[in-house]
Every structure is written in C-alpha cells, then in structure tokens.
C-alpha cells in the first residue's frame, strides 16, 4: 500500500509540531504502508518571507519571489526528515526539482505539466520514506516556480496520482470538510464522505480548501481524505466518486453542505452583452456570479476590487445600482436541477423572513443566494437545519 | 572589466543592509564593470536554522543538514537580486545547482569539484547583475551540498577564478586584514597589500579569515581585496602575488603582520615517534604545532578536546606535562628562516620580561611562540611595535 500524506504549515509550525508529524508518518510506516509526504512551510514562515520582501522593495520580481519562497519548504521538509530519521525510520528530502515536478515558467502561479518521479520510486524501494517540497517546481527552462494558492495539496494530489497511491492523505488543523463553516452555523458537522463534483462546489463557494487540488483528484480518480493533524482519532473526510448512496432514492436531492462566502459588492446595470464584455475584459467581474439578461446584468466582485469597477461605470457614463457588503450563502449538493421544490422552499422562506435575495444563481452542484451580508447566519443556519440535511 | 564580490552574512542582515548592498552593487555595475555577486545567508539564519534542527533532533543527518541551511542563502539572494532591480539594475539570483557548482557529496564539508558556470555567463552577456548562492553546490548525484566553514568565500575565489575576473572583492564588517587582532594589539593597522604566503599563514594562525579561500586564489592567482561593506572610501587589503617591494632590501626579513590564537592547551610527553604516530591517530592533536624529537614531543591540543588526550595517556600508562590555557602568538612575513637576529630579539625579549616559552614553530613564514594566556597581549604587542613591523 502507498500513501501521499499532506502537512500543512499549521502542522509543521515549530520543532515539536514535526515531531508530533514524524511519530505520524512512522507510525504509518510501520503498519507497513509506502508513506510519501508533502511538506509545507512552517506556520507562518511564507508571510513572514513576503514581509522581508516588502521590507526590501516595493514590488518584489516574481522569480524572485519564487526562489525566496521555495526556501520554506527546504526548511520544513528537512528537519521533517531529520525527525524522522531520529525515530529510526529512513527519510530523504527532495526539492521539487529532485522530484520531477516539471511546471510551466509563470512564476508564482506556475501549473505542473509532468512529474518524473524517478528518484521518489526509487527511494520507497529502498524502505524510505519520502519527503517532498509542497508548492514547488522547476520549469523546463530550469527556473524555480511556485504553484501559487492551494500549491501544496495540488502536489500531494498529483504525486498521489502519477504514483498510483491508494490515497492522499491531507492533514489540516480542522477534522476534515465540514457540512457548512462552523464559525457561520455552529450545528455544523463533519461530512465523512464526499464525491468530488460536491466537494469542488463547496471549495468554489468558500468552504476552506482550494478547488485546484480537488479538481486534479478528479481528473486522476484519486482517494482524498482530509484528515485532523491533531485529532488522530477524528475520521475525517473522505472525496471520492464512490457514493455510499445505494439506499436512497435514485433521484432525491442529496444536499452535501452549505458554503458562505463573503467580501463581496453586487452590481446591477442596464448594459447590452457587447457593454457587458467589455466590462470583463476591462475590470474583475467574479463570473463565478453574474448573469446577463438582454436588458441589464447583475454581478459580483471582490470588496477590494470595487473602485475599478466604479470608476469604469463612471467613465463609460453607465448607470449602476450597487450594494456594497454582499455574501454568498450557498447549498451544495446534486439533483437541484430537477428539484423546484427546494427551490420554492428557500423562496418562501426569504419572503416570509423579509430578506432580499439580490440574485440567485443555479447550476447542478450547487442553489447561490446573494443577500445582504447582515442575512448570512440566518440563511446558512435555515439551509442547513431545514432541507433534511 | 568583470567582478566578482562577495557579501557575507553581516552585510545582509536585515532589508536595509540589503538595500545598501545592492546601491554598492548598481554603483559599481553602472561604472561600467560587470558584476557577479555571492551571498551568504542573512545574519544569524544559519545559526537560527541550526537550532531548529536542534530543537528537533540531537544529532541531525548532514544530507538534511545541508538540505536546511542551503534555504538561507535563497532567502538573501533573492532579496538582493529584487533591490538590484528595484534599482533599475537587471539581476537574476542562481542556486549552486542552477550556478552550476559541482562538488563532492561530502555532506556539510563539501569540496568544490568543477564549475560550469554557463548560464551565468550567459546572463552576464545580457548585462545582468547575477548573484549566486555561496556556500552551496550539488553534487554529481544531484544531492545538494555546503561547502562548510568559509564557504561563501571559497564559491567567490572559485567563481572569480573560473570566469577570469579582474578581482574578487570580499565584503566583511571590517576594514581589511589587520597587522594584528586589534583587541590584542590596539596599535594594529589594515595592511593595504599583503601576498598569499603571509595571508594563508595568517588566516591559519588565527586571523579573521578562511585559510581555504586564500589558498584557492593562490593556486589561480586571483586578486582578492578584502573590503568593509560599512566604508566605502576604506581601502581594504589587496592579496595578490604582486608585492610592491621594489624599494626594500632584497632579503630584509618582511613581516606581514601578528596573528594570536587562544584556546589551546600544551602537551609534553617522554614516548617514541611510534608512539607519537599512534597519538595523532587515535586524537585530536594539532598538526600545526607539534614538535618531535627522539626522547619527547610537544604539542598543542584545542581546548574542548583536552579529555581526550588526557584519557589516552593515563589509557596508555604515558607520563605528561601539561600546561591548560595557552596560546600562540606568532610573526607571520617572510626571510624568518635565515633570520637569527629576529629569532634572537624575541628570545632576549622572553628572557628579561620572564615569559616563559612552551614551545617555538618556525617556517618559511613565521615564528610562532606558545605562552601561557596571560602573556599574550604583551608578547603580541611587543611584536608588532618593536621589530620595525
């Protein structure tokens, strides 16, 4: 059996954070498992390199970044192994360049093209345990790169996959994908399983993971789970296509959780589809939320991001309608589709609640309602303790 | 005109020494050299990256060791690479791998095997400033290494040698190589050129300076300066084989400076030169002072190691003086050997002051006294005032 197993920065922040990492690994290991690890920087090590930078210049190079960056986890993932080598179990580190992670050359938003894992495989061969830099590549042109967000997992999951693992471990400080975010509605759960179109949805939505990863166990079939680095004891979180679903009804809408987002500002204009292009071409619409009718259009963009947009409404001398300090509140699931009747149930609800809905937006995986910001519990909290969930 | 200078880890402390790095850099760049900088790792980050380790483990593995401590030097040289170019200065930052620095894979004590220094050539011919990592390469297995103790000065000579540099320029918190210790000898002055002979003798009699590094720029007859990093009018240090000495004597006895080395203690044993062999190889005497002769020998050990020389003795039933706490105090120059009269002044000098003289070493470049501790301010300063130095 061959596990990639993720740690996370939060579970590498200090020296007794890594040993706590490594009895882990070896305890693994010992059940006689292959164990492969990928290690982010420590804690908070990647904001801390980034302040040096802003301390040095006002806009640091990109490449620059990267090769600054990559030095975190250099640090983490040898005194991981170093750890693990203290417990008697044999350990090796490796760069992503050691590893093979050939990435395209846009320095830090770099994708990964191939991995040539000849090193790592021969390395589990001789009984190590191996230990990967997250985050990290180099590109053909043998310049050091950076995945940018979410980097790390997207490692683990596309080591686990060119691999062939029988799954991905990643360790977090939570105990794995929650049904909806716990600080938003306190009933929250843990799900225990998930299929990758949902947990996709919900990463999409702002549930705390990054689609990135997700998207690449899907393409590659790979078994995810998301596991507590604390509570070793917690079950976690299982993404995968198998859905334990055989007892219930073939077409019954089977709702995963629910996902807020906030930071938003919503805006409504009479613009045509031509305007409305230009519009995205010209400032940062989200198209995760809009929806044009011939008449007008509404969307959202990021709080920070509003005074672009304004000022392009003003020059282009185009009336707008805007709400600044929007959210999200999101159901997640399948069979919406074809479902009104949920539908109709959150409707009613808003009317009779007297919360404005500024727009909805609806595809398979998931029902997104826009509302005020000052509405997000209350909706959240009636998604998820009222539609059998 | 081609550069190369390099910045050790107290020049690159903090962001804004960095910032004043690079304006030394761009200064000498837009006059018009080209320029190849080695940086070593920031201020204390090797020692910070060390205790880490130590935090983690007790006795880290120097694969990973090296691993660890190779993350420091990316952190200054990218930051310094982004100064440059905040500057306006084109600069890109290499790893030793990517400086193409191949070494032994002699983990945390490395010896540099070859350099193929292509791409910093190439970027040289684009006008870029390259700045490269010291004390770092990989090994002909791919594994990175370090190069150990005055690392960063060694990849400087090695790199300046290797590209045919006009000079070497070595960057430090002080003003050049002193006559002698200035906290021994207040008196001391920077010496403005002094030849690889009396440099070498000096750095391994106890000067703030790598042996190493001095003895690679002889062997390629690079130009080395000495420079501080904090006065950019100070002068510096030349170290060359071209000694101004046209207007001297031919075989005036030249002395070059003092060099003191505190931390050792004296040994002097009755035991044949079989013996003696068999001591050197079961302990840790010091080669550099010992002194043999058919009914006894005498020699230096460092302090920390004194145990064990003890222990083989008393193991071996050999009787011992000893003397703890003892130092050397030497003349390094040249013309000592056919010097009774130098020899002569000294003896009298130890004769009326009551200074007792463990042992003496004398070579082609220097006479090195062992004294009880207490003696070498005096001795030392006696040296450098009265033998016309």
Redesign the interface.
Known sequence: MLVVQKYGGSSLA??KH??SAAKRIADLKKSGASVVVVASAMGHMTDH?LK??G???????P???D??L???E??S???L???L??LGVPA??F?G??SGIITTNDHTEAKIVDIRPN?IVEEIALGKVVIIAGFQGVSEK?E?TTLGRGGSDTTAVALAAVLKADRCEILTDVEGLFSADPRVVPEAKVLTQVDYESALEMASLGAKMQARSIELAKKYNVDVRILSSKNIEAKGTQISSQQNRNLEPMEKVSVSGVATQSGFSFFRAKISSHQFLMLTKHTPVSLRFASQSPSEVLFLCEKEKLAVIRSYFQKEEIQFFEQEDVVTVSLVGDGFVNSNSVFHQILTYLDVEKIECLMTVTNSASISFVVKSEFKERLARFFHNNLKF
């Open positions: 200090t020296p890594i040993q390199l040096l930078a301390k040095t210049v006002q806009v640091p190079p490449r620059e970044v090769m600054l990559t030095a975190g250099r640090i993932m040898s005194l192994s170093m750890a080598q203290d090796i580190s760069t360049s050691q090193r043998k050091i």
